[in-house]
């Protein structure tokens, strides 16, 4: 039995058709370890096995839908036969574990750069809603290791839209339970979310029912492919990261329109990621976000959907707010980097005692597989 201070958590849910075995969710995590060419590889499968025995609901790493030029490099995709034979390979194994898991789909938007190898195979410009540079970024492979530049504004945005259902049909086709929309942290849905990042006249742009209608279509495309009751979002109002942030009225107008929205949707659950100082950084002297406390803010909006939250949630936090009904479920990050067993830990009350080690979090460009391995998969497991 969990200790009476988290209990709460290891209540099942059901979320649409699927009944998650707790609360204790993983948080996308992205680690860089699909080397070498973006396929799904063994020791990322190992690494899913771990965490599937004690887990309720697994979101993969952000998966990229199409090459991009990513700041990390060795990031899975499913985009190709080969990615979905990989992915195949790892929901397989998830499930035999008593897990389900949701592929996170991720279009990066003008975080890429042009000269990245990945970017320049794409034969494409990196795509934004504008043509508007986030301050920041570092390419470390990169000779000179340049920031973020100044992206091509998409004439058609439709193109995009489609690419996240094609990767949706072959998430589905990979075995996947579910999809989450990478909506949250300065990336292509958040980009056409922000006013500041989102200066486009046309239909797309201007108003906060203009600057939804890209996620909003493409939750509805999404839907198409999986049924309503196995879409996700992760939305992070707050911003800051990548350079996001808009005046706190314009916020919740934007994002209380948005909610409002894909909650009509019947969409399975919004993920709504608490503000984090350690992710808003600091321009021109000041933090760059628009803190708020997006539980009490918008999860009254949610009137179908599950409300789920993300950001710095401690066991007992999280239980706490699961038993005064403020969240359903919780998903934690960097404690299932270092205790693959962290659902496990939880319940049977053992300490989260593994150091990190904050070297190996995105493993190394060119490395071979038991350089990968290190700080990846072998962290130890408590007896239990």
């Known amino acids: 039995m969990a200790p009476a201070t988290v209990a709460s958590l290891f209540e099942p849910i059901q979320l649409g058709p699927l009944t998650l075995r707790n609360r204790v969710f993983i948080s996308a995590l992205t680690r860089n370890r699909s080397v070498p060419t973006n396929i799904p590889n063994a020791v990322n499968l190992e690494y899913y096995q771990q965490r599937a025995k004690s887990a309720g609901l697994i979101i993969t790493e952000g998966v990229l839908i199409t090459p991009q030029g990513s700041e990390w490099p060795h990031a899975p995709g499913i985009w190709n036969k080969e990615q979905v034979a990989g992915w195949k390979k790892i929901t397989d194994t998830v499930h035999k574990e008593g897990s389900f898991i949701f592929a ?23 795509y934004a809603p504008s ?13 000179g290791e340049p920031g973020y530049v100044t992206p091509t504004a998409i004439d058609d945005p439709t193109i995009l839209v489609d690419l996240f259902e094609k990767a949706a ?23 056409f979310l922000d006013s500041n990042s989102n200066t486009r006249t046309d239909s797309w742009g201007g108003s906060a029912a203009s600057r939804s209608k890209f996620g909003l279509l493409v939750l509805e495309r999404l839907n198409k492919v999986f049924g309503k009751d196995r879409v996700g979002i992760k939305l992070s109002p707050t911003g800051g990261y990548n350079d996001m942030g808009m005046p706190l009225e314009e916020t919740i107008e934007t994002f209380t329109h ?7 949707l019947g969409i399975a659950y919004i993920d709504l990621v608490r503000y984090l100082d350690v992710l808003d950084p600091v321009f021109d002297g000041k933090k760059r976000g628009t803190k708020h406390d997006v539980i009490s803010t918008y999860a009254h909006l949610m009137k179908n959907a ?11 936090e999280a239980a706490a707010a699961v038993k005064d009904g403020k969240v359903e479920g919780v998903f934690f990050g960097m404690g299932w980097i270092n205790h693959p067993d962290f659902a496990a830990r939880l319940e049977h009350g053992k300490p989260l005692d593994n150091p990190i080690d ?27």
């Open 258 to 264: 948005f909610i409002t929205e894909a909650d009509k």
């Open 358 to 384: 904050y070297t190996t979090l995105y493993g190394k460009y060119y490395a071979s597989e038991e350089e990968q391995r290190k700080g990846y998969v072998d962290y130890p497991a408590a007896e239990c």
């Open 131 to 143: 043509a508007i540079a986030a301050r920041g970024g570092k390419f470390r492979f990169i000779p």
């Open 169 to 191: 049909v072959n998430a589905k086709e990979a075995g996947f339970d579910g999809v989450e929309l990478h909506g949250a942290n300065g990336y292509l849905v958040h980009q």
């Open 306 to 316: 599950k409300v789920f939250s993300n950001g710095g949630w401690t066991g007992e």
């Open 104 to 126: 996170q789909l991720w279009h990066l938007g003008r975080i890429s750069h042009p000269d990245a190898p990945e970017q320049k195979a794409a034969g494409v410009p990196v």
